[in-house]
């Protein structure tokens, strides 16, 4: 569960910061990977490299709450998490399925969606 997180960070990490080349190497490179965004969706590595490109940055001041690591096995994990950002009314979700390949742990399947903050 350990790398699993660490993975996880250093994705949200590259997020903020909009480093694109870290946000494509945690990716999956295939043409099944998934990633479904608020108003967008890729299938497969070159639409999500090349949506990144395009959209690089998240808006200033994302925070996270309830982060959770679900490990189903040693290769397989869900992580899911809610993230705000200042001055706007929407909680947004997080899901993310990573899964353990030779060169590390990869996000295979991503999905973001937004709801009124209650």
């Known amino acids: 569960m350990a790398d699993v997180r660490a993975a996880f960070e250093r994705y949200e990490a590259a997020l903020v910061a909009g480093d694109v080349a870290t ?17 967008d969706r890729q299938r497969g590595a070159t639409e999500i490299h090349n949506w990144r490109r395009r959209h690089s940055g998240v808006p200033a001041g994302r925070r996270l709450r309830d982060t959770d690591v679900l490990t189903v096995d040693c290769h397989t994990a869900v992580v899911t998490t809610l993230f705000h950002y200042p001055h706007r ?5 997080q899901t993310q399925v990573w899964v353990r390949f030779p060169e590390g742990w990869r996000i295979v399947s991503a999905h973001l969606s937004e709801v009124p903050a209650s």
């Open 89 to 93: 009314p929407n909680e947004g979700r």
């Open 23 to 39: 946000l494509n190497e945690l990716f999956w490179d295939s043409p099944s990977s998934l990633r479904f965004g608020v108003t």
